[in-house]
Nanobody, 125 residues
Framework: VQLQASGGGLVQAGESLRLSCAASGRTFSPNIMGWFRQAPGKEREFVAAINWSGGSTRYADSVKGRFTISRDNAKMTAYLQMNSLKAGDTAVYYC???????????????????WGQGTQVTVSS
C-alpha cells in the first residue's frame, strides 16, 4: 500500500491550497483516510479525516470552517481543501489511512496504519 501526498506549497495568509493523497495497492480498501500535520519542534497533530464508505468527517477545532476533507472513491484519492490559510497552518502535512474498521474516527496517529510522505505547506503572513 502506498499513499502519495501532493499539493503543498508557499502561499500568503488568506489564500488557499488543495492537498491530494492518492492511495494505491491492489487489495487496499481504506476504512478511514486522514491528514495530520507537524510543525518544527511540535508533535504530529490531527487535522481532518473521512470515513471512506459513509463519508462522515471529523476536524480539528483549529481548522473547522476553513478546511474541507473529501474523497473520490473511484480515484482512491482523498483531498484537503484549505482556505483562509494562516501562518499557524505552516507545517509538513501527512496523509494517513486506516484499513480496519473503527466506530469513531481516530485522531491519534496510532489509529492509522499507513502513512504517506509529507508535503510542505508554508503560509507567509
Amino acid at each position: 500500500v502506498q499513499l502519495q501526498a501532493s499539493g503543498g506549497g508557499l502561499v500568503q495568509a488568506g489564500e488557499s491550497l488543495r492537498l491530494s493523497c492518492a492511495a494505491s495497492g491492489r487489495t487496499f480498501s481504506p476504512n478511514i483516510m486522514g491528514w495530520f500535520r507537524q510543525a518544527p519542534g511540535k508533535e504530529r497533530e490531527f487535522v481532518a479525516a473521512i470515513n471512506w464508505s459513509g463519508g462522515s468527517t471529523r476536524y480539528a477545532d483549529s481548522v473547522k470552517g476553513r478546511f474541507t476533507i473529501s474523497r473520490d472513491n473511484a480515484k482512491m484519492t482523498a483531498y484537503l481543501q484549505m482556505n483562509s490559510l494562516k501562518a499557524g497552518d505552516t507545517a509538513v502535512y501527512y496523509c494517513a489511512a486506516r484499513s480496519t474498521r473503527i466506530t469513531v474516527i481516530a485522531t491519534a496517529p496510532s489509529g492509522y496504519n499507513y502513512w504517506g510522505q509529507g508535503t510542505q505547506v508554508t503560509v507567509s503572513s
